[in-house]
Structures are given as C-alpha cells and as structure tokens.
C-alpha cells in the first residue's frame, strides 16, 4: 500500500491535518507496520491542502446530491463545440441542440441498464476529489487500442505554486459551484468561499 497525506505535529504526536488524510489513515489496518518518509510541507502548502480539502471538499460532502441523469462539463463542452463546428461548414443546426441533448439522455441511460447495480457515487472526500478533478479537465488522454482514455492528473500541493494552485482552485470550485452550491441554493459564491475558509481554519 502506498499513500500519501498531511500531517502536522500536535502535543508531540502526529496527526492528520484535515479529515480527508484522517480518511486515508482510517483505511490502514489495526497493527500494521510502515516505513514513513517525512517531507516537510512549506506552510503555504500546508494552506492550500487545508483550505482545498478541509475547506471546499468538505463543504461539497455537505451538500453533495449525486444526480444520476447529470451530463459532464466534458460532455457539455464536446456538445457546443460540435454545434460550432457544423455551423462553420454551413450545416444548418436548428433543432441539433435538442437532438444531441436527447442523446446525452439516451446514452447516460444505457449506460445506467449495462450497470448491475447502481451505486451511489462519492461516499468518500477522495471520490469528490477525483470528480472534481476530472470535471475541472485535470485530465491526460490517450489512445489505446480499445479507443481514448481518460488518466485524472496527480496534484501535489507541496510542489505546486501559487498560480498553479491558484488556478486549480477556481476551477474546481467553479464545478463545484455549477453541480452542488447553485443547486443547495447559496446567495453567491462569496458566501461559499467564506464557508470554506472557516472549515479550513478549523482543521488547523
């Protein structure tokens, strides 16, 4: 087992800076041994792992409604940019939107019937995480003999600089403005970046 997580040093003991690392922890068994490698975290690092984590995953979990019938921003994107692109060759595109969003339905439902069983996405802070990011477009493709893959990027905060990280966040809290706040029925974004400060100062 590999994995890595934050931690800080409280009352002489270790332990871990947000819950999402307390997540991970609670995942390793009772008893067993493991060589650590300690790195220390420059404290802004610390920051942006604590404020992305504690604070914006953590708000989302609140209010996290998975909605089976939801399309991507991927999805989305691919949608208008077809339309676009029929336009510039002077195909007529009336009527295409409603087309291609009836697809959108058609397909997310046999998708749904291949499955056996349903399971309720993003029952943990690391599954959030991903969504996030893959929504966001943190993702590298690849063509495989079996068509185009999808690999979510690995984001290191303690290697990743102010505009990077800067970047990050407001992409993935834009996704997570569009798919979970509007819809909890927040004023606006200032009152979530707010919430997501305070939880972020409480893991501290």
Not at 61 to 72: F, I, K, L, M, T
Not at 87 to 116: C, H
Not at 168 to 187: G, L, M, S
């Amino acid at each position: 087992m590999a994995a890595e997580l934050a931690v800080m040093k409280m009352n002489g003991m270790l332990v871990p800076a947000t819950e999402a690392d307390r997540e991970q922890l609670s995942s390793v068994k009772q008893g067993a041994g493991f060589r650590v490698t300690l790195t220390k975290m420059s404290q802004r690092s610390l920051k942006h792992h604590q404020l992305y984590w504690a604070g914006l995953i953590g708000l989302v979990s609140e209010y996290w409604e998975p909605n089976v019938h939801a399309v991507s921003v991927a999805d989305e994107r691919y949608r208008r940019q077809l339309l676009k692109w029929m336009a510039n060759l002077g195909y007529k595109t009336d009527g295409m939107d409603k087309v291609l969003s009836v697809f959108n339905e058609y397909r997310i439902q046999m998708a749904r019937e291949q499955m056996p069983e349903y399971e309720k996405a993003a029952e943990t802070l690391q599954q959030i995480h991903l969504w996030l990011k893959e929504e966001a477009g943190y993702v590298d493709v690849y063509m495989s003999p079996t068509g185009p893959k999808r690999v979510i990027r690995s984001i290191n905060f303690n290697s990743m600089g102010q505009e990077d990280f800067n970047k990050f966040y407001k992409a993935a809290f834009n996704v997570a403005w569009k798919y979970v706040f509007q819809r909890a029925n927040f004023d606006n974004q200032e009152q979530v970046e707010n919430l997501a400060l305070e939880l972020a100062s409480m893991s501290r």
